[in-house]
């Protein structure tokens, strides 16, 4: 899955690209395994102690968070979707574009 996400953001023009953010965040007491996780056009960092995001976020294992802005020149990022890596392949592409 992170193949198709990575081969649909490359396909997003470069202003597309620079109004696109997507994170993984993981659960602190997995940290250990990160060097493995998520390696793609996008991030992914772990939460901190007592996985304050995961809980508020209502987390699960390889969700992947959209966010957006509206121009190049527009500092404010927007929560866009939530996005499992382990179902909808195939609709990933019609939640980028």
Do not use: H
């Not at 997507?22 to 390696?39: L, Y």
């Amino acid at each position: 899955m992170v193949e198709t996400m990575t081969s649909a953001y490359k396909a997003l023009s470069t202003e597309q690209q620079t109004q696109v953010y997507m994170q993984a965040v993981g659960k602190i007491d997995f940290s250990s395994s990160n060097s493995g996780f998520c390696k793609g056009s996008f991030g992914m960092c772990s939460d901190v102690s007592g996985n304050p995001w995961w809980n508020e976020w209502n987390s699960d294992q390889r969700d992947v968070y959209f966010f957006y802005r509206k121009s190049v020149d527009d500092a404010e990022w927007k929560y866009y979707c939530t996005y499992s890596m382990n179902d909808y392949e195939n609709e990933f592409d019609d939640t980028i574009d």
